[in-house]
């Protein structure tokens, strides 16, 4: 029997762009405060004094992050829009060559010349600039740099990774401080792995070790450098 009712397929292609921004804001936030929490603490200082070095932190890196991904993603789709005021203006001046173009590439993906021409000249008389901007282009709506988007759920999700580290150096003894954020925010970064692979369909185990793996070599590295100014202080 044919089969009825909606088309029940995931795609997860859709996700890319805020993912890519919330995993980046998230794995950051947790990575680069535990890691300047535990370097702090390695040096010697006292709570206070690590806990304003760890909201400091959270705040210049929401921010940093907020501006980065900004004007990142506003230079991508400035480059989109210059591609396609010059395809707007290619379409203009120059229709027939524009068609046999699109043709052209129907052709290589594997569809016989006289067909190839049949749907571009359909796509074309539809739309032609979206047809040239998603099949010569490479550009869709699915991926279509978003720059505020991008910049709230990076500076958003940092905050709320930064945040993680800063409640286990509340909740710790001074002695217990730096075991416990680094533990803590190995498992943060596990679930956050595990979350981010589940949710754009990738394999699980390879994202958590992924986050793990790295974010244990950021805070080794920086107790090593905080030992050390601690010891010279």
Request: charged content about 15%.
């Amino acid at each position: 029997m044919p089969r009825t009712g909606k088309h029940s397929e995931r795609h997860y292609t859709d996700r890319i762009g805020w993912l890519r921004a919330a995993v980046l804001g998230a794995n950051d936030g947790i990575v680069s405060t535990a890691s300047l929490v535990v370097g702090v603490a390695a040096a010697n200082t006292v709570k206070s004094g690590v806990l304003v070095a760890g909201v400091s932190g959270l705040v210049a890196g929401a921010m940093s992050m907020a501006a980065g991904e900004y004007v990142s993603v506003s230079s991508q789709a400035d480059t989109e829009l210059a591609d396609l005021t010059r395809e707007r203006y290619e379409l203009e001046e120059n229709k027939d060559a524009e068609q046999d173009e699109l043709a052209n590439i129907y052709v290589g993906r594997g569809l016989t010349p006289s067909l190839a021409r049949q749907v571009a000249n359909q796509l074309m008389a539809h739309n032609a600039l979206s047809a040239h901007a998603r099949d010569e282009l490479g550009l869709s709506e699915i991926h279509q740099a978003r720059p505020i988007q991008a910049a709230l759920a990076s500076s958003a999700t940092f905050a709320v990774g930064a945040s993680l580290p800063l409640i286990l150096v509340v909740l710790s003894p001074k002695n217990l401080m730096i075991p416990s954020v680094v533990v803590g925010s190995l498992m943060f970064l596990a679930l956050l792995g595990g979350l981010a692979a589940r949710t754009g369909g990738a394999n699980i185990a390879v994202g958590v070790a992924r986050m793990t793996l790295l974010g244990a070599l950021a805070m080794a590295l920086t107790i090593v450098v905080g030992t050390l100014f601690g010891t010279v202080a």
